[in-house]
């Protein structure tokens, strides 16, 4: 008998109503606003209620670098969560919101998949509660009203040749990557170009992933850098009198989101940063909401332990004073493999892994150098034999790092129920001695040597004449204490995906230092990293249809 789809598994589904999930969650009825049976908007109250409560365990889910087509984490933290829940712990998820530019592009859906989803599923890849979209209108409204202030005389005297907000859009368009301004006749201004980045990797998205209150949102936003004086002064959102509008079109989206896994624990979805280009987490809002509502919390960080799993514990848990308690490290057989870089059918399954394994032990040691232990969790696909699998845990065996199989899709909870044994052994074993990275008062390049050279393994970090500028503007406006975030291929430990493995003897290559003074971070753009994805060749969109009943199809 074949087996059932993602899609329609989704569908045969019977979930609960959502007032029953936030009660399970320890929230009021008056302290949601509900978006329908399935999903709802939690008041900011809550956490001034709580606020005096410990908080639970942080299993903080990553993994080794992956495929373009993901291995497995939401999977993985979604079927942890449903095991914990059958384990009777009192266990919350907090994921991101998915963006549409993977959803059309090459990834689908991103809720999960078999039986770990999400549900609503097809709600939150769509437009879910309009989060994303009021971070886009808000990011754009902060373009249009810096426009509008050159046009009507620029009192502030920003210079134009040192404009650097752009705009944005959740749909990947690379033909928006540049564009000029200032074509109309009627503009009082020289034209000059810009572009767009994806909404994931806007400002505004950072701010509102990192915001702790009302209150906090609006500092952050205020402190937005557009651009710089004729002076060489940042000129900022609070300069150009924006702030009240952009927070008023994010009085909702601040709200984390709450919906539900298939087997009916509660999921926090609230912001969605992409990890490659930003701090790639869930929002911090609804991380230190589940932490007191729930004894654990499953939280994923975006692709690979170098970029989501580093921001979360040097941005986000230093902005947060949050404490991981573990890390879940996500493996598949077809990542592994990918790493062989060639033919397969040429190799023993000892020789195609090895590379993989290089992988895998330098994001191992990676971890333990936050003084954070680490489980890892062979996701299994189908088509995955017993001899690959037994050889994986013999590796991680050898090697004393904690492992177990997760059949979490195949088989929801119960698939994950090894995995989460581990888990909370090693939680109850060995106590997280949870440290940073980096010091924030060290230089910006000597940040991003440490994490060049002792996180990835560069040899070295070489600066374009563009970076370098960047660095003397950053210092002689007093940035220089921010902490850091590397924008780079998520398919390599280097700034170059075709580098595979464990790669050595290569050089960090850093194109531009952006000050992200909202958010609170530099943006270090490595490589070929660009901030606006183009669509592949052949598109999951061109697959997907709505039917005459309403179902969406070809999401998966």
Request: hydrophobic content about 40%.
């Amino acid at each position: 008998m074949k087996p059932l789809s993602t899609l329609e598994i989704a569908s045969k589904a019977k979930p609960r109503q959502i007032f029953e999930i936030a009660s399970k969650a320890g929230i009021r009825t008056e302290e949601l606003d509900p978006y329908g049976h399935l999903k709802a908007k939690v008041s900011l109250k809550v956490l001034e209620r709580i606020e005096t409560k410990p908080n639970g365990k942080l299993i903080c889910v990553t993994g080794m670098t992956p495929t373009k087509e993901g291995d497995g984490k939401t999977c993985t933290s979604i079927g942890l969560t449903q095991a914990l829940g059958l384990l009777k712990k009192r266990v919350i998820l907090c994921l991101r919101e998915p963006s549409l530019a993977p959803i059309f592009g090459y990834k689908g859906g991103a809720t999960g998949g078999g039986y770990a989803q999400a549900l609503p599923m097809e709600d939150i890849n769509l437009h879910f509660t309009g989060d994303i979209h009021s971070v886009e209108i808000a990011h754009n409204l902060l373009a249009a009203i810096l426009e509008n202030h050159l046009h009507f005389g620029n009192s502030l005297q920003i210079d134009p040749r040192h404009i650097f907000w752009r705009r944005t859009l959740d749909i990947s368009d690379r033909q928006l990557r540049e564009v000029t301004v200032g074509m109309s006749k009627s503009c009082r201004f020289s034209r000059r170009r810009t572009g767009f980045d994806i909404t994931a990797a806007s400002e505004v998205m950072a701010a509102l992933s990192l915001a702790q209150s009302i209150h906090s949102l609006k500092a952050k936003l205020s402190k937005i850098s557009v651009a710089l004086s004729k002076g060489g002064e940042l000129v900022t959102a609070k300069d150009l009198k924006a702030v009240g509008a952009m927070a008023v079109l994010m009085k909702e989206a601040i709200k984390p989101n709450l919906v539900q896994t298939l087997e009916g624990q509660p999921v926090f979805i609230h912001t969605g940063p992409f990890a490659n280009v930003s701090h790639g987490n869930s929002s911090l809002l609804a991380t230190l909401m589940a932490l007191k509502l729930a004894n654990y919390v499953v939280t994923e960080s975006g692709f690979a332990a170098d970029l989501g799993l580093e921001k979360l514990f040097d941005i986000v848990c230093r902005e947060g004073g949050l404490k991981p308690s573990v890390v879940v490290m996500v493996v598949s057989v077809k990542a592994l493999k990918s790493h062989a870089g060639e033919a397969l059918g040429l190799k023993k399954l000892t020789d195609v892994f090895r590379e993989g394994f290089a992988n895998v032990e330098r994001h191992v040691r990676n971890i333990r150098r936050f003084g954070v232990e680490v489980v890892v969790a062979i996701n299994r696909f189908p088509e995955d034999t017993d001899e690959e699998i037994r050889i994986v845990k013999n590796y991680f065996t050898s090697e004393r790092v904690e492992c177990a199989v997760s059949e979490v899709v195949r088989h929801g909870g119960r698939g994950g129920l090894e995995l989460a044994g581990k888990v909370l052994k090693v939680i109850a074993e060995r106590p997280s001695q949870f440290r940073y990275f980096y010091d924030l008062d060290l230089a910006p390049q000597e940040k991003i040597q440490k994490l060049a050279v002792d996180l990835f393994g560069a040899s070295g970090v070489v600066y374009s004449e563009e970076a370098k500028a960047d660095l003397e503007m950053i210092h002689r406006l007093g940035l220089h204490g921010l902490p850091v975030n590397i924008a780079k291929t998520p398919y390599s430990f280097s700034d170059d995906p075709h580098l595979k493995g464990a790669p050595a003897g290569w050089k960090l290559k850093v194109k531009r230092v952006m000050p992200y003074t909202g958010a609170g971070f530099l943006v270090v753009v490595c490589g070929k990293m660009m901030l606006m994805p183009g669509l592949p060749e052949r598109p999951i969109l061109e697959e997907m249809d709505l039917a005459d009943n309403g179902q969406v199809k070809g999401m998966f």
